[in-house]
T-cell receptor, first 110, second 112 residues
Framework: DAGITQSPRHKVTETGTPVTLRCHQT?????MYWYRQDPGHGLRLIHY???????DKGEVSDGYSVSRSKTEDFLLTLESATSSQTSVYFC?????????FGQGTRLTVV | DQQVKQNSPSLSVQEGRISILNCDYT??????FLWYKKYPAEGPTFLIS?????DKNEDGRFTVFLNKSAKHLSLHFVPSQPGDSAVYFC???????????FGTGTSLTVIP
């Protein structure tokens, strides 16, 4: 377990507002990830980070940005939330082989 | 294009019997394959992995088989228990180690 904590766990926001989701890890893992889970799509990678200030895009990065100013924190920002970004968001960190996940954030954009 | 595919969205199995979950992939450069279990309102939890240089790995009740020529892997566990009812995700790790690619999941129901 990589000691991954996501906040908030639930959020409802209005279309057009900015939203930031936070991921915190306690195990000093280099790689961190943001995924979204949607019915019929499984888990899709939004962005990932391979170190402080080092990030790269995943397959569904449009409309999202990330920042990693400290090893332990990885932030996901929706610059202007849209209804299509209603989803469950998971943060993960990579151990030796596998990824460990947080408990998820359920985001609803109304 | 989906690089990891789970073609069975759902599966039912009788308690005590064997559960077999299947997964196909397209990229021969993946270096590890993994299985995760997910309960509602929780994050996925890691179950078992296998290196691309092996064809079988066992951990307790769980066994994963890898058939590289067919680009197919499967997760077997027995006996199935009601607590095993969950969504199971297959995943593959790119050979640079940077990314994990997930299937769409199989929802397993173990019938008492």
């Amino acid at each position: 377990d990589a000691g991954i904590t996501q906040s908030p766990r639930h959020k409802v926001t209005e279309t057009g507002t900015p939203v930031t989701l936070r991921c915190h890890q306690t195990e000093n893992h280099r790689y961190m990830y943001w995924y979204r889970q949607d019915p019929g799509h499984g888990l899709r990678l939004i962005h990932y980070s391979y170190g402080v200030k080092d990030t790269d895009k995943g397959e569904v990065s449009d409309g999202y940005s990330v920042s990693r100013s400290k090893t332990e924190d990885f932030l996901l920002t929706l610059e202007s939330a849209t209804s299509s970004q209603t989803s469950v968001y998971f943060c993960a960190a990579r151990g030796q082989t596998e990824a460990f996940f947080g408990q998820g954030t359920r985001l609803t954009v109304v | 294009d989906q690089q990891v595919k789970q073609n069975s969205p759902s599966l039912s199995v009788q308690e005590g019997r064997i559960s077999i979950l299947n997964c196909d992939y397209t990229n021969s450069m993946f270096d590890y394959f993994l299985w995760y279990k997910k309960y509602p309102a929780e994050g996925p939890t890691f179950l078992i992995s296998i290196s691309s240089i092996k064809d079988k790995n066992e951990d307790g009740r769980f066994t994963v088989f890898l058939n590289k020529s067919a680009k197919h892997l499967s997760l077997h566990f027995v006996p199935s228990q009601p607590g095993d009812s969950a969504v199971y995700f297959c995943a593959a790790r790119g050979n640079t180690g940077n990314q994990f690619y997930f299937g769409t999941g199989t929802s397993l129901t173990v019938i008492p």
